[in-house]
């Protein structure tokens, strides 16, 4: 069974950056795409980054690209969600997501909640200004 545990999320100052990272088990690396989507007080889950199985593609949520970096490292089945210039927009519950691979068929299937299987319980991250 596939099990995600989302660490590194804090109370920080706008500008700093973070690092979250979410140690993943119970499957074989290289099967499952990885993925972060977070959710905000009152709004929607919304696709922040994803990679591929491989880490050869990544992919970005328009309110963070430029800003934020996704890497994974399969040799530690971990993924990692570097944070720079973080605002308040940017306070959210940070949730890792597995999706397997056979079902990424495209771009756009990174960037949907429906893509991944397995979600882990969410680390706070949150911004003051």
């Known amino acids: 069974q596939v099990q995600l545990v989302e660490t590194g999320g804090g109370l920080v100052q706008a500008g700093v950056s973070l690092i979250l990272s979410c140690a993943a088990s119970?499957?074989?690396?290289?099967?499952?795409?990885l993925g972060w989507f977070r959710q905000a007080p009152g709004k929607e889950r919304e696709f922040v980054a994803a990679?591929?199985?491989?880490?050869?593609?990544?992919y970005y949520g328009d309110s963070v690209k430029g800003r934020f970096t996704i890497s994974r490292d399969n040799a530690r089945n971990t993924v990692y969600l570097q944070m720079n210039s973080l605002s308040s927009e940017d306070t959210a519950i940070y949730y890792c997501?597995?999706?397997?691979?056979?079902?990424?068929?495209?771009?756009?299937?990174?960037?949907?909640?429906?893509?991944?299987?397995?979600w882990g319980q969410g680390t706070q991250v949150s911004v003051s200004s």
């Open positions: 119970g499957y074989t690396s290289g099967t499952y795409a």
């Open positions: 997501a597995a999706g397997w691979r056979g079902k990424m068929h495209g771009s756009s299937d990174y960037q949907y909640s429906e893509s991944y299987d397995v």
């Open positions: 990679t591929t199985w491989d880490g050869a593609n990544s």
